[in-house]
Protein backbone atom coordinates (compact mmCIF):
# COMPACT_ATOMS: atom_id res chain seq x y z
CA UNK A 1 0.00 0.00 0.00
CA UNK A 2 0.98 3.46 -0.71
CA UNK A 3 1.79 6.24 1.41
CA UNK A 4 2.99 10.03 1.78
CA UNK A 5 5.48 10.91 3.67
CA UNK A 6 5.88 14.89 4.78
CA UNK A 7 8.85 16.45 6.17
CA UNK A 8 10.24 19.62 6.96
CA UNK A 9 11.53 22.88 8.91
CA UNK A 10 8.95 24.58 11.18
CA UNK A 11 8.50 28.09 10.89
CA UNK A 12 10.23 28.02 7.34
CA UNK A 13 8.91 28.31 3.94
CA UNK A 14 10.48 25.00 2.81
CA UNK A 15 7.79 21.61 3.08
CA UNK A 16 8.75 18.66 0.59
CA UNK A 17 6.19 15.88 0.33
CA UNK A 18 7.22 12.15 -1.52
CA UNK A 19 4.47 9.24 -2.13
CA UNK A 20 6.15 6.18 -1.43
CA UNK A 21 5.27 2.62 -2.99
CA UNK A 22 5.00 0.67 0.08
CA UNK A 23 4.91 1.53 4.03
CA UNK A 24 7.98 -0.43 4.95
CA UNK A 25 9.70 2.05 2.61
CA UNK A 26 7.91 4.83 4.39
CA UNK A 27 9.00 3.73 7.82
CA UNK A 28 12.14 3.62 7.18
CA UNK A 29 12.89 6.76 5.35
CA UNK A 30 10.59 8.46 8.41
CA UNK A 31 12.50 6.62 10.88
CA UNK A 32 15.66 7.61 9.22
CA UNK A 33 14.38 11.73 8.98
CA UNK A 34 14.09 11.70 13.00
CA UNK A 35 17.41 10.00 13.96
CA UNK A 36 18.93 12.69 11.12
CA UNK A 37 16.51 15.82 12.76
CA UNK A 38 17.54 14.79 15.91
CA UNK A 39 21.42 14.27 15.44
CA UNK A 40 21.34 10.91 17.26
CA UNK A 41 19.98 12.12 20.80
CA UNK A 42 18.02 10.04 23.30
CA UNK A 43 14.78 11.52 24.12
CA UNK A 44 11.16 10.60 25.02
CA UNK A 45 10.51 10.00 21.14
CA UNK A 46 13.84 8.22 20.48
CA UNK A 47 11.52 5.36 19.19
CA UNK A 48 10.51 6.99 16.72
CA UNK A 49 13.62 6.52 15.11
CA UNK A 50 13.03 3.01 14.89
CA UNK A 51 11.22 1.91 11.42
CA UNK A 52 8.99 -0.74 13.83
CA UNK A 53 7.80 2.67 15.34
CA UNK A 54 6.03 3.76 12.13
CA UNK A 55 3.38 1.02 11.45
CA UNK A 56 0.40 2.37 9.70
CA UNK A 57 -2.84 0.80 9.01
CA UNK A 58 -7.04 1.74 8.41
CA UNK A 59 -7.13 2.50 12.44
CA UNK A 60 -4.06 4.81 12.84
CA UNK A 61 -3.42 6.11 9.37
CA UNK A 62 -0.75 8.83 10.56
CA UNK A 63 1.96 9.15 12.77
CA UNK A 64 3.45 12.07 13.22
CA UNK A 65 6.86 13.61 14.71
CA UNK A 66 7.76 16.86 15.85
CA UNK A 67 10.56 19.12 17.40
CA UNK A 68 10.62 22.27 18.23
CA UNK A 69 12.84 23.04 14.44
CA UNK A 70 11.54 20.09 12.17
CA UNK A 71 8.37 17.77 11.49
CA UNK A 72 7.93 14.40 9.77
CA UNK A 73 4.54 12.71 9.05
CA UNK A 74 3.57 9.49 7.55
CA UNK A 75 0.21 8.86 6.05
CA UNK A 76 -1.45 5.82 4.66
CA UNK A 77 -3.11 6.37 1.17
CA UNK A 78 -6.50 4.61 1.03
CA UNK A 79 -8.70 6.69 -0.98
CA UNK A 80 -9.90 8.58 2.74
CA UNK A 81 -9.33 12.40 2.28
CA UNK A 82 -7.13 13.33 5.57
CA UNK A 83 -5.94 16.46 4.00
CA UNK A 84 -1.91 17.91 4.16
CA UNK A 85 -0.45 16.70 7.95
CA UNK A 86 2.55 19.88 6.84
CA UNK A 87 -0.45 22.09 6.68
CA UNK A 88 0.06 22.49 10.34
CA UNK A 89 3.03 20.56 11.28
CA UNK A 90 4.84 23.32 9.70
CA UNK A 91 3.74 26.24 12.11
CA UNK A 92 6.02 27.06 15.06
CA UNK A 93 4.52 26.76 18.33
CA UNK A 94 4.50 30.08 20.17
CA UNK A 95 5.31 28.68 23.20
CA UNK A 96 8.39 26.97 21.92
Avoid at 18 to 28: C, D, E, I, S
Avoid at 55 to 66: A, E, G
Wanted: hydrophobic letters at 40%; aromatic letters at 8%; glycine letters at 8%.
Amino acid sequence: MKCVLEFGNRGGCYVEAQTLPTLKLGAKLASGLVHVFRNGRMGKDWPLANSLCWKLSRTQPRITWTSSTHFVSLTILDDVPRGSASATLWKKDNAA
